[in-house]
């Protein structure tokens, strides 16, 4: 059996900020402190001198992505629309800590993010962001399309309830809260928005990925 690789954690925003060498002494500093950044790295220099920069500097990076498509395969996919959303969640754990954002495709700028909540699923805030996504745009009044890399996100949404197993619990309050917001808007509102499954295969992470993996 292989021995799991040690991880280092940069914390920007937290109780406490710094680099961590495990999960708990992270997690104690990210747990019910709203808009905490925090990332894994996988060695105590590269943590350290993150930790001299920007969150936003770090999440999502994937530069050394190289698909295992063949240039057939990619071409008949195409490229991505970048007139368009692109929303993921993180979950540390499942359940566990968990939060969720929105980002402009082609730039990567941060259109919103909740979170982290105390305890939830990777699911959940998948479904949440698509719908957070669905309200500004059709706020907004926008024809841009929106990215996910979830299936079951997908699918929820167009049921219009998050088929969650989680149970409801003090620790999940808030976000069950959210969860029915989320569910009522779906019930009560129309909209014109596409929902496209991102190619992670063929163009790698998506844009609002948190680059925890």
Known sequence: MSKKKKKYYTVWKGHRTGVFETWNDCKAQISNFEGAQYKSFENFNAAKEALKGNYFD?????ADFKSALSAEQIKKIGQPNFNSISVDAASSGNPGIMEYRGVDTKTK???FIQGPFE????????????????ALLKKNNSDRILYTDSKTAITWVKKKRCNTKLERSEKSKNLFELIDRAEQWLKTNTYNTVIVKWETKAWGEIPADFGRK
């Open 58 to 62: 770090f999440v999502g990076k994937k």
């Open 109 to 111: 700028k941060q259109l």
């Open 119 to 134: 305890e939830g699923t990777n699911n959940i805030g998948e479904f949440l962001a698509l719908v957070h996504g669905l």
